[in-house]
């Protein structure tokens, strides 16, 4: 057994660089120095929450003041508040990672205060070269305090005159490059953006009108205020404009929240086209009524492109910079509520506003086809409306049906498939756009119909049905029309056909993956997962010729040939020239020489002429 020692064990006390930590809270806390400001107000806010806690007899209303005094290279933050006492300025005030608020909090978290964390008094020493701050207390009401320090590490409190009127004021003496905040047009500007939805009214300079002085439209909802739908709708999209930088909002709906979340808020479409991978989600976060985040696009589903929103929360939980959230279950929880509001709002829309609707169809239809995808109450919502690219134009997925069939093409625009269809008169939907292959799979299968994918094996099958001619034929066949092409001989429609040139779309994807992996175009590993799907393809001749045995062209070509006719030569040399104009887009193969085609063309009509 080996032997263990034991040393005795001190425990120790890590020191503090209390300068060091106090640069880094003050100065790398934040983003950007005008937060300070934001939280200067905030703790204005908090303590006028905290006297209406603390002192029911006060019924006042309360209001925050911010003053711009350029001449004294001063900023001022003036609050009706609780105000601070001698005891509690040392306590809570002075102490870094100690607020009076978080205790308040403690004891009932729904008063909508909103500090918590005891630091972001310590932003103001970024901004100013001295922080004074001059408090009266609700419960000393003849007594005034005067605190003053310029690094917050030191800081004095004496006894000033007293004021008799309840609150604080705290006075900024800005350090040169903050010189620019002592402006109106700096202060309305960096206030506005951060407490727009703040419940206390805040003045700057000598305003008449508060700089948020309209509660957002829920609010409005909550306090019982009466207002006519349509002036409603007018009042949610002017608010929702203020937060949309980019886009007008088409219409707005309402964020719901469920037993998880509190959440609350308003949802909007933006106007202006997106396609189907277009993101410009915007969402705006408040908490208690002060913006944390614009750029909380994470919080709206993947799929929501074409949405803009403003939320609040009391529960969500912010970092201690108040930039960003905390990924918990509250989080989550707003998530799937603001998805599911998104969706009941659209369905509210489509089922009671047919104009706006039509119109959000036309500006995301590509975007809300991807959309369906996600979610099955969209596919439901959408399945009848929502268009799809075709050769024909955007038609309606029933639109496209013909005997109970779809058919998809997964080649691009301009294929064989396109001159069948064409030759068909049937619509034929285009598979290589975003999400139309997906959609149109789910539609056929929510409405029994059959979906046709041509260019693969399989969809090649439900078009051509196979034939058969003596060897002799064939080689005939081969030799006159082929151009290395496969010659399949089969019957299809339209007779009018004699044949079409039919690129197996599978191979082709194959052949284009293995060219990228030369070229290095794509990253190994997505072609390592594309390898999976091609390796099953195992065919390596990409096009075929499919002769049609129903086209009476063919049958009398063939006819000829038996017959050893002499005037053979001028309609083989007519078909072989329509053969290679028709394969269009699909001829890439250089033996299919277009111009050599024309001139064989007019040499055929030559030879007819001749002969009449
Ligand atoms: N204008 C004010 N009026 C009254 N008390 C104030 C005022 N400003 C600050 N205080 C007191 O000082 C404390 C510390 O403020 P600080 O801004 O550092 O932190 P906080 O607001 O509590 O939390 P957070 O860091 O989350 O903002 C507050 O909790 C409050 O008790």
Redesign the pocket.
């Known amino acids: 057994m080996s032997k263990v020692t034991t040393i005795e064990s001190k425990v120790c006390v890590a020191g503090v660089d209390l300068n060091g930590l106090m640069q880094v809270l003050s100065k790398h806390l934040y983003s950007t120095p005008m937060v300070a400001l934001r939280?200067l107000v905030?703790?204005?806010h908090?303590?006028i929450v905290r006297r209406r806690i603390e002192q029911p007899s006060w019924l006042d209303k309360g209001r925050i003041t911010v003053i711009g005094d350029r001449q004294n290279k001063q900023v001022r933050i003036i609050?009706t508040?609780?105000?601070?006492t001698e005891y509690?300025i040392h306590t809570?005030?002075a102490t870094v990672g100690v607020?009076?608020?978080?205790q308040l909090r403690q004891k009932d978290d729904e008063t909508g205060l909103i500090?918590?964390?005891?630091?972001?008094?310590?932003s103001a020493f970024v901004l100013a070269k001295q922080v004074t701050l001059i408090?009266t207390s609700y419960q000393s009401t003849g007594q005034t305090w005067c605190y003053r320090s310029a690094n917050a590490e030191q800081y004095t409190v004496t006894e000033s005159e007293p004021r008799h009127v309840v609150g604080?004021e705290?006075i900024l003496d800005l350090k040169d490059e903050f010189l620019f905040l002592s402006t109106q047009e700096s202060l309305n500007k960096i206030l506005g953006r951060y407490c727009i939805l703040l419940n206390e009214p805040i003045y700057i300079n000598d305003a008449k009108e508060a700089i948020n002085p309209e509660s957002p439209p829920w609010r409005k909802k909550r306090e019982d205020v009466v207002v006519h739908p349509l002036q409603e709708q007018r009042q949610c999209l002017s608010f929702a404009a203020r937060f949309e930088q980019n886009f007008e909002p088409i219409c707005t709906f309402p964020v719901i929240p469920d037993e998880q979340t509190d959440v609350i808020g308003m949802l909007w479409v933006q106007d202006g086209a997106t396609y189907g991978t277009s993101d410009n989600r915007n969402l705006s976060i408040f908490l208690r009524g002060m913006l944390l985040d614009d750029d909380a696009r994470d919080l709206l589903p993947s799929w929501a492109g074409f949405i803009g929103g403003v939320i609040e929360s009391n529960r969500l939980i912010p970092t201690a910079s108040r930039e960003d959230l905390q990924k918990d279950a509250n989080y989550y929880a707003v998530q799937h509520a603001l998805n599911e509001s998104l969706i009941n709002g659209l369905a509210t829309i489509a089922a009671k506003q047919p104009e706006v609707w039509r119109r959000i169809l036309k500006r995301h239809n590509e975007a809300l086809l991807g959309a369906s995808l996600c979610d099955e109450r969209l596919f439901q919502l959408l399945m009848d409306t929502i268009k799809i690219p075709t050769s024909q134009g955007d038609l309606t997925a029933q639109a496209l049906v013909s005997s109970h069939t779809i058919h998809v093409m997964l080649g691009s625009h301009g294929g064989f498939e396109d001159t069948l269809f064409r030759a068909l008169q049937v619509p034929v939907a285009l598979g290589d756009r975003y999400a139309v292959v997906p959609f149109l799979r789910r539609y056929t299968l929510a409405k029994k119909y059959k979906l046709i994918e041509l260019g693969t094996e399989k969809g090649n099958q439900h078009l051509f049905s196979l034939a058969d001619l003596p060897a002799n034929d064939m080689e005939w066949l081969t030799k006159v029309l082929a151009d290395g092409e496969d010659i399949v001989i089969a019957r299809f429609m339209p007779i009018e056909l004699p044949f079409v040139v039919v690129i197996d779309r599978e191979a082709e994807l194959k052949k284009r993956l293995e060219e990228d992996e030369t070229d290095k175009k794509i990253s190994q590993a997505a072609l390592r997962l594309a390898r999976q799907f091609t390796a099953q393809i195992t065919k390596t001749s990409m096009v075929k010729l499919y002769i049609n045995l129903n086209n009476q062209a063919i049958i009398e070509l063939l006819q000829a040939f038996h017959a050893s006719n002499p005037q053979v030569e001028g309609a083989v040399k007519l078909l072989k020239s329509l053969k290679i104009i028709m394969s269009g887009r699909d001829n890439q193969n250089q033996a299919l020489n277009l111009n050599q085609a024309l001139i064989d063309f007019t040499q055929a009509v030559q030879i007819i002429l001749k002969l009449s």
């Open positions: 939280e905030q703790n204005a908090d303590s609050d508040g609780a105000g601070l509690e809570f005030l607020g009076y608020t978080r500090g918590m964390f005891g630091l972001g008094f310590l408090t604080t705290i």
